[in-house]
């Protein structure tokens, strides 16, 4: 029997490749899922319950949540990346990182195969894909449903076939929960005119009193929530607590996938969206104008990279040092409150603030030039125009 490591999260997809390529195909199976946050001792022990049913051989968890911040959402929030201004990129992000563990676990235990269960119509395939080309070119990759070009129905009889409970109420709504958010799909993100209802977020709304909250970051990272000091994945984790029950976050991002067509997706997402919008505001404060135009393209086109799998550029560690120079004064707090379905920003505190009264209130006076500074300085200014429009006489 050949040895196959399969990419294994519990749901449909993946379930029906553990019983299909153990036995039908007649492959050693392996699962393996990677952890970039959600899941818990007890989910990880089912999950592991579960594949071993199915099929598998062996059952590993690799607990990746720290890679996962280290490697890509630190930069996520260095470069306020938002998919389309929506999406914080929360499932496209941790595929990168569970595809390149997997196949470190493949190469470790010497498999010849890796398998996944992406369809032929979404950006999963291509980033396990390209990930597993360029790191392993010589493990061949199987990928059933896409193959097959099986709908979910026929999974569903097919499991329950072969002695496996697994019903249509439980597969309605795909949910992927990860330390960056969590995205919701239904047969209401595959139409344009529909929304997702209440029921089908994972965190349903149980705050309704508004509460303030202080956001503290050093260098660009959340180091504390409301004065206690944390690291910032556990700070995440708690900031997705708190903010959840408000049923901040929600949205339907709508996308350009990477093979063309367009996609919707729902997502919750409170603690990163808080993040994100906060973390920008304190960077208006402590950062030039040119630092932050510079910054808005760079972490837009590093989001765009990321979520069309090209990781593994040598760009991106460009990008990465970059992003990572830019926070060297983004520090300080950032003063919040939390109400049912959305946030506001009230303001910020910090030392590297560049809104310094000791040169001039804007709109209101002026400390550190004179009136005729001021003058002098338009007048220079404005010199271009002026040359324009005396050689040209128009500007229509």
């Not at 294994?8 to 553990?18: E, I, K, P, V």
């Not at 595809?99 to 398998?115: D, F, L, R, S, T």
């Not at 896409?146 to 109420?169: C, F, H, M, P």
Request: glycine fraction near 8%.
């Amino acid at each position: 029997m050949s040895k196959l490591v399969l990419a294994y999260s519990g749901g449909l997809d993946t379930s029906y490749c553990a019983k299909y390529l153990s036995q039908d195909k007649g492959y050693e199976v392996h699962a393996v899922s990677v952890n970039t946050g959600g899941f818990s001792t007890k989910e990880i022990a089912s999950i592991k319950e579960k594949a071993i049913q199915l099929g598998a051989t062996t059952y590993t968890s690799i607990d990746a949540v720290q890679t996962f911040y280290d490697k890509v959402v630190k930069y996520l929030i260095f470069g306020n990346v938002l998919k389309n201004n929506t999406y914080p990129l929360s499932v496209s992000a941790e595929r990168i990182v569970q595809a390149i563990e997997i196949v470190k676990h493949a190469k470790k235990i010497g498999a010849k195969y890796i398998a996944h269960g992406s369809t032929g119509a979404g950006n999963d395939q291509v980033r396990f894909d390209m990930i597993f080309q360029i790191i392993a070119p010589e493990i061949k990759i199987i990928t059933p449903i896409r193959d097959n070009t099986l709908a979910r129905e026929v999974e569903i009889e097919y499991l329950q076939k072969n002695g496996v409970d697994y019903s249509w109420e439980k597969a309605k709504y795909s949910i992927n929960r990860g330390l960056w958010g969590t995205s919701v799909g239904g047969e209401e993100t595959l139409t344009s005119d529909k929304n997702l209802p209440e029921s089908a977020f994972p965190s349903q709304v149980t705050e309704q009193t508004p509460s303030d909250i202080k956001l503290t970051f050093e260098k660009g990272e959340l180091v504390a929530i409301d004065g206690k000091t944390d690291t910032p994945v556990n700070n995440i984790i708690k900031l997705e607590s708190i903010a959840s029950k408000y049923g901040i976050g929600r949205d339907i991002h709508v996308g350009d996938t990477i093979i063309g067509i367009k996609g919707r997706v729902g997502f919750e997402a409170a603690a990163p969206l808080l993040i994100i919008k906060a973390h920008h505001l304190l960077e208006k404060h402590t950062l030039s104008k040119w630092q932050q135009f510079q910054k808005e393209q760079q972490g837009n086109f590093y989001g765009m990279l990321l979520h069309e799998g090209n990781y593994l550029d040598e760009v991106m560690r460009n990008i990465e040092a970059f992003l990572t120079d830019t926070q060297r004064n983004v520090s300080g707090d950032v003063l919040a409150t939390l109400h049912p379905y959305r946030f506001e920003l009230n303001g910020i505190n910090s030392k590297h603030d560049l809104m310094n009264a000791s040169f001039g209130t804007y709109g209101e006076v002026n400390k550190g030039w004179t009136a005729n500074d001021a003058k002098g300085f338009i007048k220079i200014l404005s010199n271009a125009g002026k040359i324009s429009t005396h050689v040209n006489g128009s500007h229509d």
